[in-house]
């Protein structure tokens, strides 16, 4: 029981809409988004040329500023993550993974 609800859960994270539409201002540095989602700072994300961008900087369902300067168009965040378990065992699992 407790795999198949693992898995129900997993296919609804996998089936979620990871992009966010943004337009580059020139004078400000920043991408105009209509939704942050789940973007924070320090974490990466692609253009649609699928080059990589670095947030520094967010103010929630308004901009981003990203490094290299410019990230304009479909904007694509990594998926959540999902890990089964009890709250210590998937802590653990998760700090694992994180040295390795």
């Known amino acids: 029981m407790t795999k198949e609800i693992s898995n129900i859960v997993k296919g609804i994270l996998q089936g979620v809409d990871s992009t966010i539409n943004g337009v580059f201002d020139e004078l400000t540095g920043k991408t105009m988004v209509c939704k942050t989602k789940w973007a924070r700072i320090g974490k990466t994300v692609k253009n649609s ?5 670095l947030i520094t900087e967010i103010l929630d369902d308004t901009y981003i500023v990203a490094t290299p300067a410019g990230l304009n168009g479909i904007i694509t965040l990594d998926n959540p ?3 089964t378990g009890t709250k210590m065992s998937a802590n653990r699992e998760w700090t694992i993974s994180r040295i390795i």
């Open 81 to 83: 993550y999902w890990i």
């Open 49 to 53: 040329d699928g080059d990589l961008f």
